[in-house]
């Protein structure tokens, strides 16, 4: 590793400059997501978590934390997120900004703990710990966990584990007994906040294997303690799990055997790669010379990594710990679930990290300059990877606003008919938003009482179930007339009232026929009225 000067302020006020460099890197890119609305599933969440006092909340310890608003049991155990939840309900309500304060004061947290645990993994190097931050604060491929207010499920638990990682290093090096109980006091919230949180002894015991074998033979007794708490917390977590999902849902099985499996785990990891290095991928440098000058940073990364094995080997088994093992060991949960960029929230802690450890190893001109050039492409590629879930919580506010511009003009015995987007250029937008987003604290009444609502079958909480309420049907039946909203992708937006003379003989003439794909889309436009 290239030294350190022994005194200066960066060196002895790393901890509070990294906080700082952290948290304006991030402000800069992400601020311009703070006025969004709710989207997706964040309305079922927010509106559940809403009605829920502190007083109850430790009874998701031993319960499924949706309860079955799904209409199934869902195999999650997340107490730690949920209270993030009720806390922010109690200090704003309906306000979506607050949520989204509380998504970023989230990630500026983990990058501080990236940071930290960079100056330790490089053995007290600042500079190590500046790279990492930044490059974690700013990385594209946060994009979702951050805008996304439910997608703070993977930046809590990632804040967690980190910091139980922290802990874990400062135990083996210092030996002091706060560090012992903060190991065991993370790992509790991470497993308590997302299940991937579980593997984190098992991230410590390569460590033990890789970086800290001399501190464990010196004393392996005080190293068996920390794992002797950790399986004890595991324990716990698995009886409140038992508990909580006692004849309801399983883990999913894994087809280990099968050549299906294999080449679709395979598939993900390419996709995984390339959201961990999307600045490679996304524009501006994604065409033409950008492109080749992007390829070549990258060869200048590696070989960066591979100038540090060349040159300070005692330093490789750093790089290896927080570039392989830490990818392998974060990326392991992933086989049993969805693929999304906001999975990889854990394992880009590690990259950054890495990269971090093979530029200090360059020439202090060569590392400085190549960190400049990396941290630059990922604060270039973050409006691109941020621009969707920022257009689409905007058309959620806008289809929100004609929704309660709707419901105070329609008539009492009005249906209410909501037409929207559910996806909004690949982002979530108003899926499975409905009826929550019907009701408080999203609105100051229930819409869903007294009066019939039908949406958008993709916008309905069950899609699949949507046509067993044979929605037109009840609407020939029961509605008074519709007070319908159409909002379209581009933002526009209409509101119209169906009389019922014109609404009842279209429903049953639909409800008449098979329903298909195509069929709401139909009603829709034989009830809009023919522009003037």
């Known amino acids: 590793m290239s030294s350190q000067p022994p005194s200066g302020i960066l060196v002895t006020r790393w901890p509070l400059l990294l906080l700082g460099a952290v948290t304006l890197a991030a402000l800069a890119g992400f601020a311009n997501t703070l006025g969004g609305y709710f989207i997706g599933d964040d309305f079922a969440y927010v509106g559940r978590f809403a009605a829920m006092s502190l007083g109850e909340w430790p009874r998701l310890f031993v319960r499924e934390w949706s309860e079955g608003m799904w209409g199934m049991v869902l195999p999650e155990l997340r107490p730690i997120t949920a209270l993030t939840f009720v806390s922010d309900a109690h200090l704003w309500g309906g306000a979506a900004l607050g949520y989204r304060l509380t998504n970023l004061s989230i990630h500026i947290a983990s990058a501080w703990l990236v940071g930290a645990l960079a100056w330790r993994v490089s053995r007290g190097q600042p500079w190590c710990a500046y790279v990492a931050g930044l490059l974690f604060a700013l990385h594209p491929a946060h994009a979702e966990p951050v805008t996304w207010i439910t997608g703070r499920v993977d930046s809590l638990a990632t804040f967690f584990y980190l910091g139980g990682i922290v802990a874990w290093l400062a135990f083996r090096t210092e030996g002091h007994v706060r560090w012992l109980v903060a190991a065991w006091l993370c790992y509790a919230g991470a497993a308590f906040s997302k299940e991937f949180g579980l593997t984190l002894p098992l991230m410590a015991l390569l460590g033990d294997g890789l970086l800290c074998r001399a501190e464990v033979r010196r004393d392996w007794e005080r190293a068996v303690y920390l794992y002797l708490g950790w399986i004890g917390i595991a324990a716990v977590y698995f009886l409140c799990r038992r508990l909580a999902l006692s004849g309801g849902a399983s883990g999913p099985s894994l087809a280990l055997g099968s050549l299906?499996?294999?080449?679709?785990?395979?598939?993900?990891?390419?996709?995984?790669?390339?959201?961990?290095?999307?600045?490679?991928?996304?524009?501006?440098?994604?065409?033409?010379?950008?492109?080749?000058?992007?390829?070549?940073?990258?060869?200048?990364?590696?070989?960066?990594?591979?100038?540090?094995?060349?040159?300070?080997?005692?330093?490789?088994?750093?790089?290896?710990?927080?570039?392989?093992?830490w990818y392998a060991v974060a990326t392991l949960p992933l086989v049993v679930t969805y693929v999304s960029a906001r999975h990889l929230y854990l394992a880009s802690a590690g990259v950054c990290i890495a990269w971090a450890l093979g530029l200090n190893a360059l020439p202090r001109c060569w590392g400085l300059g190549l960190a400049v050039a990396l941290i630059a492409s990922y604060a270039v590629t973050l409006p691109t990877a941020t621009k969707s879930w920022r257009a689409s919580a905007q058309l959620s506010g806008i289809v929100a606003g004609a929704v309660r511009t709707a419901a105070e003009q329609a008539p009492a015995d009005a249906a209410l008919l909501v037409n929207a987007p559910e996806t909004h250029e690949g982002a979530w937008m108003w899926s499975w938003a409905c009826p929550f987003a019907l009701r408080p604290p999203f609105h100051a009444t229930d819409l869903t009482k007294g009066r019939v609502v039908l949406e958008r079958p993709q916008l309905y909480l069950y899609p699949e179930r949507w046509g067993q309420r044979q929605p037109f049907a009840w609407l020939a039946r029961d509605a008074r007339g519709a007070m319908a909203i159409s909002v379209h992708g581009s933002g526009e937006k209409r509101i119209w009232f169906c009389p019922p003379e014109k609404l009842r003989p279209i429903a049953e003439r639909i409800a008449a026929t098979p329903e298909g794909p195509d069929t709401w889309q139909r009603f829709i436009d034989e009830i809009t009225p023919s522009a003037p």
């Open 260 to 325: 299906v499996f294999w080449r679709e785990l395979g598939q993900r990891q390419l996709q995984y790669a390339q959201e961990l290095f999307s600045q490679f991928y996304c524009a501006p440098f994604g065409l033409g010379r950008a492109h080749g000058a992007s390829l070549a940073l990258l060869g200048g990364m590696l070989a960066g990594w591979f100038y540090l094995f060349w040159r300070a080997r005692a330093w490789a088994a750093a790089v290896f710990f927080c570039g392989v093992a």
